[in-house]
């Protein structure tokens, strides 16, 4: 009989994928909010115009530009930064499902995770790299 090594349980996936996803939304729900916080107080006189919409105007169209404003402690930078974090938080779900089926050595699983990843990854690279 051969005995396999197994280090955790599907339980202890699941709990793992859960905080993961749990720790990731708190972790930029609290960027989100320190950098909103940043911008209202270093913008409070501003006068802005709600008629015109300008998604250029504020020069965050790439990961390279939003970690610029964030080294420079940017709110706005720092706001997006948090939304980046958010979206990359599934993300990183995914690769953490795909190791953990490498390790199961369940291939099939870790094929599927390694396309869904590549699908997610392709389809964000022209949004955030711009």
């Known amino acids: 009989m051969k005995k396999e090594l197994n280090f955790y349980s599907d339980k202890d996936v699941q709990l793992i994928l859960g905080t993961l996803l749990r720790v990731g939304v708190m972790v930029s729900m609290i960027v989100i909010f320190a950098g909103g916080t940043l911008y209202l107080f270093g913008r409070y006189s501003e006068v802005i115009d709600y008629r015109v919409f300008d998604p250029h105007k504020t020069g965050l169209t790439s990961i390279a530009s939003v970690y610029k ?34 390790v199961e050595r369940d291939y099939l699983y870790v094929l599927i995770g390694l396309l869904v990843l590549a699908i997610i990854l392709v389809s964000l690279s022209n949004k955030l790299v711009g």
């Open 69 to 102: 404003g964030v080294v420079h402690l940017d709110g706005s930078a720092i706001t997006q930064f948090g939304v980046l974090l958010l979206i990359f938080t599934p993300v990183a779900r995914v690769v953490f499902s795909v190791f953990s089926f490498l």
